[in-house]
């Protein structure tokens, strides 16, 4: 019976759809019961054809699909386009289904948001975009848009990376591109491989294609997506902008490229020339010359980013940055490198990807992917890097920002690829002193003086220039302990290189311990920069990146109330692993109770099968640092 009524409502369903002219598109039933498994988003379709006319022109014509089966991936449904002065958009259009493939509402002129595409930070931009946001809150639902938009100066090709964000799978893509003979761009194809390219009638093509790609499942600590999912990078042999040409045939014409670019513009006036004079007098050694020259920048520029016409791209003059007192990253580091050229001081301007897990640049494909400039200023035995976009970094820091990856160096000589500097553990430390003054009731009050080293000074170089409010509200997210009242607070920072702040903090604390009957229940850890515990994971696919090291030294002081005395304390622990280790005793003497904490966390790659262990090393961690110390009167 019920197998004729299924085959029963076949017809009938396809009698309705012809009564009522109601066309169906993309119902989310069709989908392939494997591309849903750990999906939040279903790309139905992804078609780019970018056409390369010239080395000036290009357009790009897209038709993109999209289900989202779940609201955590809702932003994905939102279409978003930049464009300039070198570009335009001549179609931006879409339509939007249900789960049945039924059209509920169409997206047109009407529903672009055409806004400046500059946030806070920025002064003036001739970048722009346009937004659709199709604002449907009932899912599934499936978005399909027809995008077509033109480039008059081209200096970059887009990569093409369909599987973009975790949890995405994808049902049908394609790629193609079109040229004339001649002018067909570099590529370099990563889990993916194309066909050759064919040439007919003074026309170049070549196409990639991926069909039933399943969702990446977003692993703790995993590789970056770029790492795991089908990806083509693009760039175009040789190109001119504003009369500016070059190619990215070797890094070292890349570094050519861009030396052209910033020509002439480092040029100072007389009056700064003096003020360097004056900064540099009777100084003979080179470091504190770069560094009082670097504190002089830092003290009468600020950061706007400028991207109106080539600036996007060139740097503004070091004689307007220094009028006008401000430059974003390109002006401030070319104005920098122009004082210390001033004092007799080579640097060089340095391309980077910035960003804590940016991607990294391949380095067997010469491009400008970077999105960053700092500066390199060459010492006989050492190298000196300033960061001149961030007023409070402290004077050869670069923090997370901009370590440990590839940057391009732009010396006379063209470009030079190399690394910055890799923080080693030894450098990144936090050593703490809690002392506890603990009453009959189990409330407590507290000193903390807390001195971070190296990048376990991120997040907190801030701090000295919050207001009170604004700190405690810091200390809070940081001591996540329940009903701590802060009362005083101070922060020093010193060092350059390798900087330091020390934190010195007070507090009460009420019910800080556990009173039942005559026994007290002290938690030592409350203080502890404890890891917390993850989930293991039997089936885990991909290696885990522990990506800096770190080393933490904590001593917590407990002075119980008089008429306690100690009835059990924790039994020292050892821990050792290729991840990390602790090592953790508590001692007593009389009314005090003290912690002896170190524990190391390891830089490193590691493989799938061992995350499981990783995971048991910060269970005991954790294990160790809730272990309870008993007091009884």
């Not at 001549?90 to 509402?105: M, P, S, T, W």
């Not at 480092?266 to 900064?279: E, F, G, P, Y």
């Not at 010469?366 to 000196?384: A, G, K």
């Not at 409010?469 to 997210?477: G, P, T």
Request: proline share 5%; glycine share 6%; charged share 25%.
């Amino acid at each position: 019976m019920r197998q004729f009524q299924l085959i029963f409502l076949v017809p009938m369903l396809l009698l309705n759809q012809l009564a009522t002219g109601q066309e169906f598109h993309y119902p989310v039933s069709t989908i392939d019961t494997s591309l849903l498994r750990d999906a939040s988003a279903v790309i139905r379709c992804n078609e780019w054809v970018i056409d390369i006319s010239s080395l000036y022109t290009e357009t790009i014509t897209m038709h993109t699909v999209l289900t989202i089966l779940k609201g955590q991936a809702a932003e994905m449904a939102i279409a978003a386009i930049p464009y300039n002065n070198w570009s335009d958009v001549d179609r931006f259009e879409g339509f939007v289904y249900d789960a049945d493939g039924r059209l509920i509402k169409k997206l047109g002129k009407k529903d672009i948001i055409d806004k400046s595409a500059i946030d806070d930070e920025l002064l003036y931009s001739d970048q722009r975009i346009k937004v659709i946001d199709p604002l449907i809150a009932v899912y599934p639902f499936t978005v399909e848009y027809f995008i077509k938009q033109s480039f008059h100066r081209m200096l970059h090709y887009p990569t093409w990376q369909v599987q973009d964000s975790y949890h995405t799978s994808v049902e049908s893509a394609r790629l193609e591109i079109r040229t004339d003979e001649g002018i067909f761009p570099r590529y370099k194809e990563m889990r993916i491989q194309g066909n050759a390219i064919i040439s007919v009638d003074g026309k170049q093509f070549k196409s990639w294609e991926m069909n039933k790609l399943p969702a990446i499942v977003d692993e703790p600590l995993c590789p970056p997506i770029t790492e795991l999912s089908p990806v083509i990078y693009l760039e175009p042999n040789t190109y001119e902008v504003n009369d500016y040409s070059g190619n990215f045939s070797s890094w070292k014409a890349v570094g050519e490229w861009e030396a052209s670019l910033n020509q002439a513009r480092d040029t100072l006036n007389t009056s700064i020339h003096a003020k360097v004079n004056a900064l540099i007098d009777g100084v003979t050694d080179k470091t504190e010359k770069v560094k009082r020259i670097y504190k002089f920048m830092q003290s009468t520029c600020r950061y706007v980013c400028v991207t109106v016409g080539i600036s996007g791209i060139q740097s503004e003059t070091a004689e307007n940055v220094a009028r006008l007192g401000y430059g974003d990253c390109k002006g401030l580091v070319n104005y920098t490198s122009a004082l210390l050229k001033a004092a007799g001081i080579p640097s060089y301007y340095t391309l980077v990807r910035a960003g804590k897990n940016a991607e990294e640049v391949q380095e067997d494909f010469p491009s400008d992917r970077f999105n960053h400039i700092i500066l390199c200023v060459p010492m006989i035995n050492d190298t000196v890097w300033l960061e001149c976009t961030n007023m409070k970094m402290p004077f050869g820091f670069l923090g997370d920002f901009t370590d440990n990856r590839y940057v391009l160096i732009v010396t006379p000589q063209g470009g030079a690829l190399t690394r910055t500097p890799v923080y080693p553990k030894e450098q990144n430390t936090s050593s703490r002193v809690t002392h506890l003054i603990l009453n009959e009731t189990g409330n407590a009050t507290v000193k903390i003086r807390s001195i971070y080293r190296g990048l376990q000074v991120e997040g907190k170089l801030e701090l000295p220039f919050l207001s009170p409010d604004e700190q405690k509200k810091a200390l809070l997210r940081h001591y996540d302990v329940p009903g701590v009242v802060f009362n005083s607070m101070s922060f020093t920072v010193s060092g350059d290189r390798i900087p330091v702040i020390e934190e010195k903090v007070t507090a009460d604390i009420p019910r800080f311990s556990t009173v039942s009957g005559t026994r007290m229940f002290i938690s030592m850890n409350r203080f502890l920069d404890t890891p917390g515990k993850g989930k293991r994971d039997d089936h885990r696919k991909y290696d885990f990146i522990i990506s800096r090291p770190f080393i933490d030294t904590d001593t917590v002081i407990v002075e119980i109330p008089s008429g306690y005395k100690i009835e059990n304390i924790p039994l020292p622990a050892e821990l050792k692993t290729p991840f990390g280790r602790l090592k953790s005793e508590v001692k007593t003497d009389r009314q005090t109770l003290t912690l002896y904490r170190y524990s190391v966390l390891e830089k490193g790659r590691y493989p799938a099968n061992q995350y499981n262990d990783f995971v048991e090393f910060m269970h005991q961690v954790t294990k160790q640092d809730e272990r309870k110390v008993v007091i009884v009167k």
